[in-house]
């Protein structure tokens, strides 16, 4: 689906160097999240938002930040990339009402060397 | 808050047999449960959904069954296929930190032999 949109598909950066991942989705969602996947591990949320000024901390966000700059818009951003935050980085958006699941982008794919 | 185990992690089973992977969830209140399916190198994909008030659903070879009592939920494959081998995840939308949001498990890894 192209209604969820991460850029860039594929990186390689520089241990200390800033980079920034980009989400932009059409679906209408209010809800964003990042999360980060490592070979052989599920799951893990980095940062969630509710609406543009919500924004909040899930459970690994130590070395992240993000921006909500707009309801369709989410960034995140690694300040000084370490190698061990190479992984895989998936942003995901949901509807804010009723019991639905998650719309994935199709993910970017980080090397820190 | 919500916690969700999964099992098993890897799971391989012959061309057309059935497999069946099962997961655990702690907080009573939560009510939704998706499945998702991730292939080699891309996203995970919803693939079927059960809510609270449901015990079970089909959707054609995918079945999923929920057990409130017991807080646990399973994904049914049956006549398994080739494409069927990929990393399964489960889910429970529960309450975390303060705010409802999906929990995932750990993922299983189903490889279909043929």
């Known amino acids: 689906d192209a209604d969820v949109t991460q850029t860039p598909r594929n990186r390689i950066t520089k241990t200390g160097k800033r980079i920034m991942l980009e989400c932009s989705q059409t679906k209408g969602h209010d809800r964003m999240y990042w999360y980060r996947q490592d070979p052989g591990l599920g799951l893990r949320l980095i940062y969630y938002?509710?609406?543009?000024?919500?924004?909040n901390k899930g459970e690994i966000s130590d070395g992240y930040s993000v921006s909500r700059q707009a309801q369709a818009k989410f960034s995140l951003s690694l300040e000084s990339a370490i190698p061990n935050q190479t992984a895989l980085y998936f942003c995901?958006?949901?509807?804010?009402?009723?019991?639905?699941?998650?719309?994935f982008g199709s993910g970017t794919r980080l090397t820190v060397v | 808050g919500e916690n969700v185990e999964q099992h098993p992690s890897t799971l391989s089973v012959q061309e057309g047999d059935s497999a069946v992977i099962k997961c655990t969830y702690s907080?009573?209140?939560?009510?939704?449960f998706p499945w998702y399916k991730q292939e080699l190198g891309k996203r995970p994909q919803l693939i079927i959904d059960?809510?609270?008030?449901?015990g079970e659903k089909k959707d054609q070879r995918i079945a999923v069954t929920l057990n409130k009592t017991a807080k646990h939920f399973s994904l049914h494959i049956t006549e398994t296929q080739p494409e069927d081998s990929a990393v399964y995840f489960c889910a429970a939308k529960g309450y975390t930190e303060g705010a409802q949001k999906l929990v995932f498990g750990q993922g299983t890894r189903l490889t279909i032999n043929p």
């Open positions: 907080d009573s209140a939560s009510n939704y």
């Open positions: 938002s509710f609406d543009v000024k919500d924004i």
């Open positions: 995901a958006t949901s509807t804010g009402t009723g019991n639905y699941g998650y719309t």
């Open positions: 059960i809510r609270s008030n449901v």
